[in-house]
């Protein structure tokens, strides 16, 4: 049974001249290799971190929305970990998408 997740991703793209669009690329073929079928991503930019706890002090925040298999979390987990482009990765299960139904009302 498939459902939906949101991955926000913390790329490191200090000193990479590709920067973050070629990452976020790359990183959708990825999702797309492990089963994932993406919905949306957002591009948050740049953002300093609240505190600093390890090597870097800001990253460029992206967040993929997408649809898979309970499976596929852990597939990208193992896959992103070993990926020096992502920082920090946090997954979440999200609600159904909602059908709306345009209900055409008729004349009497």
């Not at 001249?17 to 073929?29: F, H, P, S, Y």
């Not at 925040?61 to 596929?72: D, K, L, Q, R």
């Amino acid at each position: 049974m498939k459902r939906r997740y949101e991955a926000l991703l913390v790329l490191d793209t200090k000193g990479k001249e590709d920067g973050a669009k070629e990452i976020i690329e790359r990183l959708e073929k990825d999702f797309a290799t492990e089963g994932a079928a993406i919905e949306q991503i957002q591009r948050m930019e740049t953002k300093p971190f609240s505190y600093v706890a390890g090597a870097l002090n800001h990253g460029y925040f992206a967040n993929f929305i997408f649809e898979g298999e309970p499976t596929v979390i852990e597939k990208l987990k193992t896959k992103l970990k070993f990926d020096t482009d992502v920082y920090r990765q946090h997954y979440q299960v999200l609600a159904p998408k909602k059908v709306v139904s345009k209900k055409v009302a008729s004349k009497s």
